[in-house]
């Protein structure tokens, strides 16, 4: 499914089946070990402040092994192939400002992590760094529908909780929103988006278990020729 934005736009697909089911085994051992860590820190709910501080037992202290990493990386870049050719979004940055071409770079994944969050953890409006990003919905513990009945207030006219929203100027320079209502359903799904599109994740309160989701940057690198 691609979702035109402005200038740009989101691609959402389902992960090859065999390299989701390799994940899988993975984050279910991080997620046990996760489990059994403390759950009072004060500062845990904002995922982005916890996360640059580097606490322990987040998302740096878990890494795929290197052959998963490295085929996640190669399936990634199949997906964003199909993106670049409806979106051109590289010609859209470059094709303008530099002499650059596709011939001239490759991509070269930056970082690859994973977030984990409780419920009633968020992660603030933020972007990312390079050129592409992604996301990977490995587990999610909830189902939307109960989500959005959870209303702390009924009288609500919309209900966000969950959500994985982007935000981003319409033609008028006013705000809009673009959301997806990631749920467990969501699992095996993967995001693709420019990563300077601003984004945020909000909190779940209908299950004790542990959402987690990876994601990972794609920067450019200059090809190295011989003179």
Known sequence: MMQ????????????NPFL??????????????F?????????A??????????????SIDYNFSPALAEDINKEVLKLINLYESKYKYFDKMFNFTTDI????????LERLWLNFQRAGEFMPLHNHSGIYSFVIWA????DI????????????????????EFIYPDVLGKQSIFSLPVDKSWEGRICIFPADLHHQVHPFYTSDDVRISIA????????????
Not at 216 to 227: A, M, P
């Open 4 to 15: 035109d934005l402005p200038n740009v736009g989101v691609l959402v697909d389902q992960l």
């Open 20 to 33: 989701f089911q390799r994940i899988k085994k993975e984050v279910d051992g991080f997620r046990k070990d």
């Open 35 to 43: 489990n059994t860590k403390g759950k009072d820190d004060a500062e």
């Open 45 to 58: 709910k904002d995922m982005l402040r916890f996360f640059h501080k580097k606490k322990a037992g987040y």
């Open 101 to 108: 071409t596709h011939s001239d770079i490759k991509l070269d």
């Open 139 to 142: 587990h999610v513990p909830f």
């Open 145 to 164: 529908k109960d989500e959005q009945e959870n209303l702390a207030n009924p009288d609500l006219i919309k209900n966000r909780s969950a959500q994985f």
């Open 216 to 227: 990972g940057n794609y920067r450019i690198k200059l090809i190295e020729r011989d003179t």
